[in-house]
């Protein structure tokens, strides 16, 4: 390239014009390649934020359907249509008793498992006598 | 290079014409950002720009137990473009009607109907506006089908705010107006639009919004209130509490290509939108199915001009269960006639009866409180008339006559309900502080209660009492009138130890995550009575429901039952001699209540209930043809009790047993 006679300036002007065109060129292309990408990450997100809302109104549904079958007018039809003979807890269901709870239950197993054991309860009872010695 | 070429000249020629050309652009750059900046942003304003509006979803109202009492679920306005319906579908439309739950012959006509005639109803221009704000609806629309549906959607939605849904399009030559949409049905399921989109109907749409559903329908209608179909509270905690049930709308600016959709690159400004907070409600679901199936009982039984139960936990002021009757479906409200409309009336708190002897409470407790009798202070109760301050009063007459031979202590005046004997404590007390007493008992005044157009109630003002206001007042006649819930609030104090505390029916209220966002506890309004005059009334009340008492049918063996009947007459229209009308007590009409609470000594860490029934009006279908509140409304409260025992694991009071419960399984002992 002749960089010391007249046409330098002119060479030199084609260059960096054919440089400018190249670098401006290519930048656009990437700017449009970037807004491409951004568009693509932002239809992407509008996707999912879409379905998000999709998932939230199905489980709106599913929870209004659940609520719905927990209505107490509808629990009756069923155990009517079932025959489940399920019936609502009354006072005499309740029994009182007046130790302390878990004794009682405590107690009350056990007297089965004897029970169950030796039907005939025929067990003698048991006498234990300690005698002390000096 | 070679010199051929990269002459001075020619190169110069290329760099000038490149120049050129990039001047050129450059300058028309310059016009286009810069001369023609506002014209061009105008223009495109108009046509790409768009506010996408991102509705709240409104809060959940919950009971007790989170069962939801009111919730929002998505449903699809279904709508159709007739001039896009295809001939080839007409087939489906069968189906389409079946799915939709509309008649075919309604169904074809509404898709047949293609044009209005020119009188039809001209979309205003503000309708026009909401059209193009109204984009956001497309992308909640059926893929596949998003520019038309994201304009059925904008046309769903402007329609909805016409007074007609059809959505019209501008007149043709002969002044005739296509229809552009027309609603088929605004409550299709997420389920049944997918079975309706299966069936491929060109020119069906829908567009996705969100509704009020109660899934309970008559459950607690009078306090859950609905939101109707412009989606605006009407009534009850939908209305008291909206502006924590509502949330707030976001937004967000965008811009949209040819095919109205939404180019997201393009947002620039986005404001989420905040979803309504959760309301808790102190109401248990399951109370209140009790309550409500003994109000049908009442009904069924006695057929009332109407009845009233509330349920409450006296220590708190909580409200477990209200329930009236009549009452209404809230999924249903739309189909009540005009004559039915007054059901939706909470009752409750809007109406006012004369409280009867219940009120015998204010009297008994004022005199107790003031020290100027005990409970074995003895008054004749057979006097016909007494002198009080210089003058001679006529005594009101026993409900039961010749029944008191004896002079009765404070505990048989109450236990028996002896009209004398409470007047007779009342003089005692004073008309001054009597009055102010049954203030302090919160008679005359709103209690606070949030929901139901609350009334005062009636307390005549100390200046208008006549003669007879003292010894009619204290058996809760003729100077008072009152509400249930302030019967219920008045019972309160006596079940609370002596406080008056607030009725409250919200809880708590949180965000959509759960977070606490407010939390209400126990609001005393006041002292009324001491700690131990409450002590005494509550013993002096239990002899109300026991056998020898005014109320054995309020007897559950095993608890310490306090409680007081009420009995009264109603004022009813009568016509005199000479024409003309008056207001008159009735002998065949009553208002009849029990208002108690149980076990009546329960320690602090036990469970306590308080119940109140009133019904108006039984008499026609009462046995005998005449009432009490015995008979009528103390049965209820017993087979109220009887199902709150094991549900909420009332024990018996510490006066009567003080031992835990077990509940056997299947019933077994």
């Known amino acids: ?134 | 290079m070679s010199r051929g070429f990269a002459s001075n000249y020619r190169i110069s020629l290329l760099a000038s014409l490149i120049l050129l050309a990039f001047g050129g652009l450059g300058v028309r750059l310059v016009w286009l950002h810069v001369l023609d900046r506002k014209e061009l942003l105008g223009h495109i304003q108009q046509v790409r720009h768009e506010v996408i509006d991102e509705p709240a979803v409104r809060g959940n109202i919950v009971d007790l137990h989170d069962n939801i009492l009111a919730t929002s679920r998505s449903m699809i306005v279904l709508g159709a473009d007739p001039s896009a319906l295809r001939p080839a579908d007409e087939g489906k439309w069968p189906q389409l009607a079946a799915l939709a739950g509309i008649p075919l012959p309604t169904l074809a006509s509404l898709l047949t109907t293609k044009f209005r005639a020119p009188a039809g109803p001209t979309p205003a221009p503000g309708a026009r506006a909401s059209l193009v704000f109204s984009l956001p609806a497309a992308p909640n629309a059926t893929p596949g089908a998003a520019a038309p549906a994201a304009a059925a959607a904008d046309a769903a939605l402007a329609a909805a705010d016409a007074d007609d849904d059809t959505v019209l399009a501008d007149p043709d030559a002969t002044g005739r107006r296509p229809i552009k949409w027309v609603k088929l049905s605004d409550e299709i399921t997420e389920s049944t639009y997918q079975k309706i989109t299966q069936l491929g109907i060109a020119g069906i749409y829908g567009t996705r919004t969100y509704r009020r559903a109660y899934p309970h329908h008559e459950l607690a209608a009078h306090v859950v209130g609905y939101v109707n179909q412009q989606q605006e509270p009407v009534c009850g905690i939908e209305s008291y509490v909206n502006f924590y049930l509502r949330g707030e709308n976001g937004w967000v600016e965008s811009e949209k290509d040819g095919h109205r959709q939404e180019l997201a690159q393009f947002r620039t400004r986005e404001v989420p939108q905040a979803d309504g907070y959760n309301v808790k409600l102190s109401i248990d679901a399951a109370v209140q199915t009790m309550v409500e199936s003994e109000l049908d009982a009442i009904a069924k039984k006695y057929q009332p001009l109407k009845a009233t139960i509330i349920v409450s936990d006296p220590r708190t002021g909580f409200i477990l269960a209200l329930g009236n009757y009549p009452t209404f479906d809230l999924t249903a409200y739309n189909k009540l006639t005009k004559e039915q409309q007054s059901w939706m009336r909470n009752v409750a708190v809007d109406s006012q009866y004369e409280p009867g002897s219940v009120f015998k409470i204010v009297a008994a407790s004022a005199a107790l409180d003031l020290g100027l009798v005990n409970v074995d202070t003895r008054f004749d109760c057979t006097l016909e008339k007494i002198e009080y301050k210089g003058k001679i009063r006529n005594l009101p007459k026993e409900d039961i006559s010749d029944h008191f031979v004896h002079p009765l202590t404070v505990a048989e005046i109450i236990a028996h309900s002896s009209n004398k004997g409470a007047a007779q404590l009342a003089m005692l007390v004073g008309d001054e502080r009597f009055y102010d007493y049954a203030r302090n008992f919160g008679f005359g005044q709103r209690t606070g209660f949030p929901v139901g157009s609350e009334i005062a109630g009636t307390l005549v003002p100390l200046a208008k009492w006549d003669g007879l206001t003292i010894t009619r007042l204290p058996m809760g006649q003729g100077a008072v009138s009152a509400t249930a819930i302030q019967m219920q609030q008045a019972m309160g104090v006596i079940a609370s130890g002596g406080l008056l505390l607030r009725p409250q029916l919200i809880t708590q209220i949180s965000d959509r995550e759960g977070r606490v966002v407010y939390a209400y506890g126990p609001a005393v309004v006041r002292r009324v009575i001491s700690e131990q005059t409450a002590r005494t009334m509550s013993t002096l009340l239990e002899g109300v429901a026991s056998v020898n008492g005014g109320a054995p049918q309020a007897e559950i063996p095993g608890y310490d039952v306090a409680g007081k009947t009420g009995t009264a007459n109603k004022v009813m229209p009568k016509t005199l001699p000479s024409g003309k009308v008056i207001g008159a007590y009735s002998q065949q009409h009553h208002v009849t209540s029990f208002v108690g609470f149980f076990p009546a000594h329960a320690r602090a860490n036990e469970r306590q209930v308080e119940i109140a029934v009133v019904v108006d009006d039984p008499d026609a279908h009462a046995a005998r043809g005449t009432v009490y509140g015995a008979w009528v409304a103390a049965p209820s409260f017993k087979n109220l009790a009887l199902k709150l025992i094991p549900y909420l694991d009332i024990r018996p009071g510490s006066a009567v047993v003080a031992s835990p419960s077990l509940a056997l399984e299947g019933g077994r002992r």
Not at chain 1, 19 to 29: E, K, L, N, T
Not at chain 1, 51 to 56: H, S, T, Y
């Open chain 1, 1 to 134: 390239m002749n960089s010391s006679s007249r046409s330098a300036f002119a060479n030199h002007l084609l260059i960096y014009t054919l440089v400018a065109i190249g670098f401006s060129g290519s930048i656009g292309v990437g700017t449009v390649w970037l807004q491409h990408q951004i568009s693509l990450v932002a239809k992407a997100n509008k996707a999912i934020e879409a379905k998000l809302k999709d998932c939230e109104r199905q489980s709106e549904q599913a929870t209004t359907e659940i609520a719905e079958e927990q209505d107490v007018s509808v629990l009756l039809a069923r155990n009517a249509t079932w025959r489940l003979g399920l019936i609502p807890p009354g006072k005499e269901a309740v029994q009182q008793v007046t130790e302390d709870p878990i004794a009682h239950m405590v107690l009350k197993h056990n007297r089965e498992v004897f029970a169950e054991a030796n039907p005939a309860n025929s067990l003698a009872p048991i006498s234990l006598r300690l005698a002390l010695q000096r």
